[in-house]
């Protein structure tokens, strides 16, 4: 059964420092998701990784899959505030059509 | 509308009674998957459908849990006889393309409370 786990679970960081979010599963899998949520909110989608070595980024936020490994990590460079929010990352197995998530990394910046 | 949309947005009902929840994806979106997600967990994949054809339940609890999207658009997912432990977010999702390689669009949830 694949198992996705993130750490840390929760993150408290100041503003301007860097850090990294890990995302471990546990069978093969070449198809890699993450996510924010907001408290109150809805998922929004922010990279979809699809191959071994892909790096994606979008303003601080990197993301990288390392298939072999089975890891993923999401980066965040300089922290601000807005970036306060649940990050969830989500494995798509090469086996059946089962979309698994973890259980997020609850990040809260400190201003 | 721009995105997805479900409802109710929140549903009380007592233990025993069926419900029926509804999504709405974005328009011309081939995959629609539903997912429940419990409080400070992550979405758990309950079942998705590529156009109407209904393409792994295998997430779905038990038998009392149901879902069809008859005209590959509006999908219902159905729970009888609902017990306390069915109450929960429940989201619901789409996606452009069929193959669960693109990016999913998330609807606000609706909030199941059963009493």
């Known amino acids: 059964e694949l198992k996705v786990e993130q750490n840390p679970l929760f993150l408290s960081m100041q503003e301007g420092k860097n850090y990294t979010i890990y995302c471990n599963y546990s069978t093969t899998s070449d198809r890699l998701y993450w996510y924010r949520q907001d408290p109150g909110k809805s998922l929004e989608s922010l990279f979809v990784?699809?191959?071994?070595?892909a790096v994606k980024q979008e303003g601080r936020l990197m993301a990288s899959l390392d298939t072999k490994a089975r890891l993923s990590t999401l980066h965040i460079t300089a922290a601000v505030h807005d970036l306060s929010a649940t990050y969830f990352c989500?494995?798509?197995?090469?086996?059946?059509?089962?979309?698994?998530f973890g259980k997020g990394t609850r990040l809260h910046i400190l201003p | 509308g721009a995105g997805v949309s479900q409802s109710p947005r929140y549903k009380v009902t007592k233990r025993g009674q069926d419900v029926a929840l509804r999504c709405d994806p974005i328009s011309g979106h081939v995959s629609l998957y539903w997912y429940r997600q419990a409080l400070g967990q992550g979405p758990e994949f309950l079942t998705y459908?590529?156009?109407?054809?209904?393409?792994?339940k295998s997430g779905l609890p038990n038998d009392r849990f149901s879902a069809e999207r008859p005209e590959g658009s509006i999908s219902t997912l159905t729970i009888q006889r609902t017990e306390q432990r069915d109450s929960a977010m429940y989201r619901c999702?789409?996606?452009?393309?069929?193959?669960?390689?693109?990016?999913?669009?998330f609807g606000p949830g609706t909030r199941l409370t059963v009493l």
């Open positions: 999702a789409s996606s452009l393309l069929a193959g669960r390689a693109d990016t999913q669009y």
């Open positions: 990784l699809l191959s071994n070595g």
């Open positions: 989500a494995v798509d197995t090469n086996r059946d059509d089962k979309i698994i």
């Open positions: 459908f590529n156009y109407e054809a209904q393409q792994d």
